[in-house]
């Protein structure tokens, strides 16, 4: 009998992706499905343009209670399972969850009635999961609930994984809505807190059977900088580990992707980028003679974006590279981000806002990818750059660290210590020297299209994780 999965996510790519979260709950359980387990996804029905443009049917319809209110709710199957490579289902609570974004103002009770509305699905079910795999703090409460909620009481022998995707963010909730967790023995309280408040990270961290982390290099990063998590994840070590997340070859591969100008392999390299950067330039009015370098993100502290103008007004003062910014998050740096380019015209430009199409045309045009990140749990864009055969310019911190190796070392990227102005611009010059070596740049472009960040050793991984668990090792 296969092994039955169910991830719990806010997101998931195709459905509804803000970041990188999407990406790995969209990827994981097909290549979990692909090495024999039946591993499915459930998330919240949002208003997008994915669930306006597929059907839906209803497999189960309930009211959940969330503290004194009462919420009718339906579980959704997309009706044609061909459309995704794994079984997904949706929590559907209208006037809640059924929003046009992701995230909003009243996330505490949306992601509350949403984590309920998943159990009470769970428990309905004839057939239980093997394991149930929850994602960052929206589903942190799953956990606790499936252990200590008295009504849940059947599932507390499933074991529960968590994977921290990124820590920053911990689902903080003042104590009085302590009542809208199903009942429990008050006396566990302790469970849910953290520095005086109900913590669903924390919580997490807590109650999971196994805790899990993005990159190897994030876990032991934590231990020293987790948001006020670090003593909670030294504590719980033993039953902490991190695996390198995967990449999906199928959604992220030059030789396929129909969002791109021109599809390329390793032996059409040189034509196949250089057709994607001359649309890039003509599009957005760089100089494709000279070497392009883009950065894709959130415009976050995290990602080290509020450097960026001052580090890329420095970078472009000599007029000899091309910059592309595709990102939005904090108004200050899209601001800022936004005003370069009339200054430096012709050499730089920013999308401000999110473009799937564009980000998939950057990663294949750009020469480099830059990550000046100051914190990164794993980091997807330098796995998509390097099989689209782009230079990444990362810093050495988490998931960066441990995927990209600097050109001085033998190594085919660039890498530097510090979020500074000063080592961004210095990595920008050893770029443009090493775009002057033509050959050797060319030859690293091969290179680089051969490393395998394919989901398949991780996903792996996590198979070999859920088995290491039994009861008496929780
Ligand atoms: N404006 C825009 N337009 C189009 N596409 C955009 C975009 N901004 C971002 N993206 C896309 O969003 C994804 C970002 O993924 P990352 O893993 O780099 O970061 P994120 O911080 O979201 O994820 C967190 O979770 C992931 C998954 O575990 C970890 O890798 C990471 O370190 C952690 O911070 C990529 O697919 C990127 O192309």
């Not at 006396?187 to 913590?199: C, Q, T």
């Not at 890039?280 to 100089?287: E, F, G, I, K, V």
């Not at 960066?400 to 611009?425: A, M, W």
Request: proline content about 3%; charged content about 20%.
């Amino acid at each position: 009998m296969s092994m039955k999965i169910i991830h719990i996510s806010a997101e998931c790519y195709p459905i509804a992706k803000v970041g990188g979260l999407a990406d790995v709950v969209g990827a994981l359980p097909k290549y979990q499905n692909d090495i024999g387990a039946e591993s499915s996804v459930i998330m919240p029905f949002y208003n997008n343009k994915f669930t306006q443009s597929h059907k839906f049917s209803t497999i189960f319809e309930a009211t959940l209670k969330l503290g004194n209110q009462d919420f009718k709710y339906s579980i959704l199957k997309i009706e044609k399972a061909s459309v995704l490579e794994f079984n997904i289902y949706f929590v559907h609570i209208n006037g809640l969850l059924y929003t046009e974004n992701v995230y909003s103002d009243d996330d505490t009770d949306r992601f509350l009635a949403f984590q309920i509305g998943a159990l009470d699905w769970i428990l309905s079910l004839e057939t239980k999961p093997n394991y149930i795999h929850c994602h960052d703090h929206h589903t942190g409460l799953i956990p606790f609930m499936a252990q200590e909620s008295f009504k849940y009481e059947t599932l507390n022998k499933i074991p529960v994984i968590t994977t921290i995707h990124n820590a920053q963010y911990q689902g903080w909730m003042s104590y009085d809505h302590l009542f809208k967790i199903p009942r429990f023995n008050i006396e566990r309280v302790g469970l849910l807190m953290w520095n005086d408040m109900i913590n669903p990270l924390a919580t997490a961290i807590k109650c999971a059977w196994r805790v899990t982390t993005v990159s190897p290099s994030y876990m032991e990063e934590l231990k020293r900088n987790a948001n006020g998590l670090e003593s909670l994840l030294a504590h719980e070590t033993l039953k902490c580990i991190g695996i390198l997340n995967g990449i999906d070859s199928d959604v992220w591969n030059p030789e396929t992707d129909d969002f791109i100008i021109k599809n390329y392999k390793k032996t059409s390299v040189a034509s196949g980028k250089k057709a994607n950067k001359k649309w890039l330039c003509a599009q957005y009015n760089l100089d494709e003679s000279k070497p392009l370098f883009a950065f894709i993100g959130r415009l976050v502290g995290e990602k080290g974006a509020e450097i960026l103008p001052s580090a890329l007004n420095e970078a472009l003062r000599a007029n000899d590279i091309s910059v592309i910014v595709l990102g939005s998050g904090a108004k200050d740096t899209e601001g800022q981000l936004s005003k370069l380019t009339s200054r430096y015209s012709g050499y730089y430009n920013a999308f401000i806002g999110y473009d799937e199409k564009l980000s998939h045309i950057i990663y294949a045009g750009a020469d480099f990818l830059l990550m000046p990140s100051r914190v990164e749990p794993c980091g997807l864009n330098q796995m998509y750059a390097l099989r689209y055969g782009t230079v990444p310019v990362v810093r050495r911190i988490g998931g960066l660290k441990d995927t990209v190796i600097d050109i001085g070392d033998d190594g085919f990227g660039i890498c530097h210590n510090e979020v500074s102005v000063q080592d961004i611009v210095f990595s920008i010059s050893r770029g443009k020297e090493f775009y002057k070596q033509q050959k050797e740049f060319k030859a690293n472009q091969k290179r680089i299209m051969s490393i395998d960040h394919s989901w398949k050793v991780s996903a792996k991984a996590y198979i070999d994780l859920y088995q290491s668990i039994n009861y008496r090792t929780k």
